[in-house]
């Protein structure tokens, strides 16, 4: 594919543009900022990060098929190398490749934020609207002041749809993603306390999330979840500014557009669901490749997207019943170690208390299907919880006995404060480190358990999926 040619690449950078070789003539295919990454034809931009400066891997990112090099200054041994075009600022040399994508790119771009679920709704839309068009969706979790202009600075003119995942941390890092991408819907998954340390309170976790409205063309839509506290008040933060932005809502609310009625588990991995757009008198159902209820309640997202900005609304539904949940967010793995037959549940890409309860209920309705199973957690640390780190953990409690857990495998220094609130039968084992439980983990475990693993990016419970897939 050729994505950038060399005449547009000037084009577009002719004011970061320090120096480039009039030999270089090939067609670039892809951005890359990490030299690791194999490539044919990719031009990579070396950014200075905290640990790691990219200029120091120019050797490595040629091996790996780069053709080309963006770079703020040029090491000894590449003097002279036609390869490299010498910019004044390779940060702001990506952004404004990002810029210049967005700028020429005549789709639809599609944004979603939220504290729970972008990543997943990302991958759902993804599935659907390649039915509508040629669609182009971030990759994995570039989601941040990095891998969104990264993203951008990767889609084609010639795709119908984008769809970009933002993320934050912080007050203010969502506005210049939005701002940049230009989307015609804004998503908001929902607002709960996740990454709630760096914050103030949770409303202004809802205001940062509501700042995805800020680059949200004129006539463009708002898709927020009627069924979250904050909904008025994001409600209003969307309906803000000079440009007129239309507001669609879903939820179980009577009042949400998209209205959630009911779901009818059919098996281990597929439901029926049955829901009203806009008070319609007919219900719309269709099937879906996940009894996961979080999972469910987001597909409503799709469907007001397909509603919104789709070509078929028909053929997106249908392929709704083929999501493939991605890696570490639920995902079900059928597996035999040692004998047993486990089924695992990888949840381990991250956690918050709300993603937390919602995997808990999800048990729930998977031992319907298998109710001879045991259903065991092996759950870690949830972090950047600040102050109410404690309070939160322990909040668990409730729901792992209102779902009926079975046993419980505790993993890091705040699931400790568990220890007390479950009885004794229930706690299997408390670790400091997850790869602890991994080592441990086989000999507490029955034929036909099923097995749930979570915890935080930081505390690393993935390495407990592997363990019992790979070793």
Same mark, same amino acid.
């Given at each position: ?298 597909? /409503?997202?799709?469907?007001?997207? #397909?509603?919104?900005?789709? =070509? @078929?609304? $028909?053929?997106?539904?249908?392929? *709704? !019943?083929? +999501? ?97 609130? /479950?009885?004794?039968?229930?706690? #299997?084992?408390?670790?400091? =480190? @997850?790869? $602890?439980?991994?080592?441990?983990? *086989? !000999?507490? +475990? ?26």
């Amino acid at each position: 594919m050729n994505l950038w040619k060399i005449n547009d690449l000037k084009s577009a950078l002719k004011n970061d543009i320090i120096t480039i070789s009039s030999s270089l003539k090939s067609e670039v295919s892809e951005i890359v900022i990490d030299s690791r990454k194999k490539t044919i034809s990719g031009l990579f931009v070396a950014i200075k990060g905290e640990h790691n400066d990219g200029h120091d891997f120019l050797e490595q990112v040629f091996e790996n098929g780069a053709i080309a090099a963006l770079v703020e200054k040029i090491p000894s041994k590449f003097e002279n190398d036609p390869r490299l075009i010498l910019v004044k600022n390779s940060i702001h040399t990506l952004e404004n490749l990002a810029i210049a994508a967005r700028n020429r790119f005549q789709g639809k771009i599609i944004a979603v934020t939220g504290s729970v679920g972008k990543t997943s709704v990302k991958e759902m839309l993804r599935t659907v609207f390649s039915t509508q068009g040629k669609t182009f969706a971030t990759i994995g979790n570039l989601n941040n002041h990095f891998g969104l202009p990264l993203s951008l600075a990767n889609l084609s003119a010639d795709y119908d749809y984008g769809i970009f995942e933002m993320g934050m941390n912080h007050l203010g890092e969502i506005e210049p993603l939005s701002k940049m991408a230009k989307p015609h819907v804004a998503i908001i998954t929902t607002v709960t306390s996740a990454h709630i340390g760096n914050f103030k309170n949770e409303e202004e976790i809802a205001l940062a999330k509501s700042e995805i409205f800020s680059g949200l063309l004129s006539g463009g839509f708002a898709i927020i979840n009627n069924d979250n506290k904050h909904i008025e008040f994001l409600k209003t933060k969307a309906a803000q500014g000079n440009n007129f932005h239309q507001i669609t809502t879903f939820g179980s609310k009577e009042t949400s557009n998209i209205r959630l009625y009911t779901i009818e588990n059919i098996d281990i991995n597929h439901s029926k669901v049955s829901l009203r757009i806009n008070s319609a008198k007919d219900q719309i159902s269709y099937v879906i490749n996940s009894i996961n209820e979080a999972t469910i309640c987001n597909s /409503l997202i799709v469907v007001a997207c #397909l509603k919104l900005i789709g =070509k @078929s609304f $028909e053929d997106g539904l249908l392929a *709704l !019943s083929k +999501l493939e949940t991605p890696k570490g967010r639920g995902n079900i793995i059928k597996t035999n170690k040692n004998n047993l037959n486990l089924t695992i549940i990888d949840d381990s890409y991250n956690a918050n208390l709300s993603s937390m309860v919602a995997g808990l209920k999800f048990l729930s309705n998977l031992k319907n299907f298998q109710p001879n199973s045991r259903i065991i957690i092996a759950i870690g640390d949830m972090l950047e919880m600040g102050v109410v780190a404690k309070s939160e953990h322990q909040a668990i409690a409730h729901y792992i006995l209102e779902n009926k857990i079975d046993g419980v495998f505790l993993v890091g220094e705040m699931m400790a404060e568990l220890i007390p609130l /479950l009885p004794k039968e229930k706690i #299997l084992a408390h670790f400091n =480190k @997850s790869s $602890e439980l991994a080592e441990n983990l *086989l !000999s507490s +475990l029955q034929d036909n358990d099923i097995l749930f693993v979570k915890g935080s990016r930081g505390t690393r419970m993935d390495k407990i999926v592997d363990k019992l897939i790979n070793n």
